[in-house]
């Protein structure tokens, strides 16, 4: 029997000396092997004691969790766990997030200076606002670009637009490109185009960011 996770932990290293990041996502688990994306690279499988190029070695597998190596640096991955090495620029601030009763992590934040909530979102590519959320930012997203998405009620108009500031905790970054729907949300993504400039550590229920650039 093997397991194959639709949502995928990710795995954030900055290898030291001059090696490139790598991003290190597992795809799928299999009795002695793993599916490892790395990258954003197409999915691999590799065996217990094999390594990819980029020099990700699969240590063991232990129920749901792999144990990976980069750079002699050992770290055991479980569904949704995330982790990330200290290095990156140093200052840029940080904020910690508990996980709420239902394992999601749920923050409010500054947009434009407008306060809006949101939900931290792996999955999402772009940091996503609702209709009446953008307003209140004063995002003018019926200048962007028009594009259609999946939703489960089927096909919904939503433009792409870029924030001037967002603002999480101690941590504020500029020009952050969104995807603002045509209609209101429960609550705004706090998407990839924000979460890629971060160092994520996910520690049980709580997740530390930490701003990389």
């Known amino acids: 029997m093997y397991k194959f996770f639709c949502s995928v932990g990710l795995l954030l290293i900055a290898t030291s000396g001059t090696a490139a990041a790598a991003d290190v996502?597992?795809?799928?688990?299999?009795?002695?092997?793993?599916?490892?994306?790395?990258?954003?690279?197409?999915?691999?499988?590799?065996?217990?004691?094999?390594?990819?190029?980029?020099?990700v070695r699969l240590i063991s597998i232990d129920g749901d969790f792999a144990t990976v190596e980069i750079d002699g640096k050992?770290?055991?991955?479980?569904?949704?766990?995330?982790?990330?090495?200290?290095?990156?620029?140093e200052g840029g601030g940080a904020v910690t997030l508990t996980a709420d009763a239902r394992g999601h992590f749920v923050t409010g934040?500054?947009?434009n200076g407008a306060s809006v909530r949101f939900l931290v979102d792996t999955g999402a590519t772009?940091?996503?606002?609702?209709a009446s959320d953008a307003a209140r930012a004063g995002v003018d997203f019926r200048r962007g670009e028009p594009v259609m998405?999946?939703?489960?009620?089927?096909?919904?108009q939503a433009f792409?637009?870029?924030i001037s500031s967002l603002k999480i905790g101690e941590i504020a970054v500029a020009d952050?490109?969104?995807?603002?729907?045509?209609?209101?949300?429960?609550?705004?993504?706090?998407g990839m185009s924000f979460l890629n400039r971060m160092?994520?550590?996910?520690?049980?229920?709580?997740?530390?960011?930490?701003?990389?650039?």
Do not use: C, W
């Not at 050992?74 to 620029?89: C, E, F, K, T």
């Open 25 to 55: 996502a597992v795809a799928g688990l299999f009795p002695g092997k793993a599916v490892l994306v790395v990258n954003g690279a197409a999915p691999r499988t590799i065996g217990i004691g094999a390594k990819t190029p980029e020099g």
């Open 74 to 89: 050992r770290h055991r991955l479980g569904i949704g766990d995330q982790a990330v090495s200290q290095g990156g620029p």
């Open 126 to 130: 772009m940091v996503s606002l609702g």
């Open 160 to 162: 792409k637009t870029r």
């Open 176 to 190: 952050v490109e969104a995807l603002v729907h045509a209609y209101d949300m429960p609550v705004a993504l706090l």
């Open 199 to 213: 160092e994520m550590r996910r520690d049980g229920q709580t997740m530390t960011l930490r701003r990389r650039y």
């Open 149 to 156: 998405t999946m939703t489960a009620n089927g096909p919904a």
């Open 109 to 111: 934040g500054i947009v």
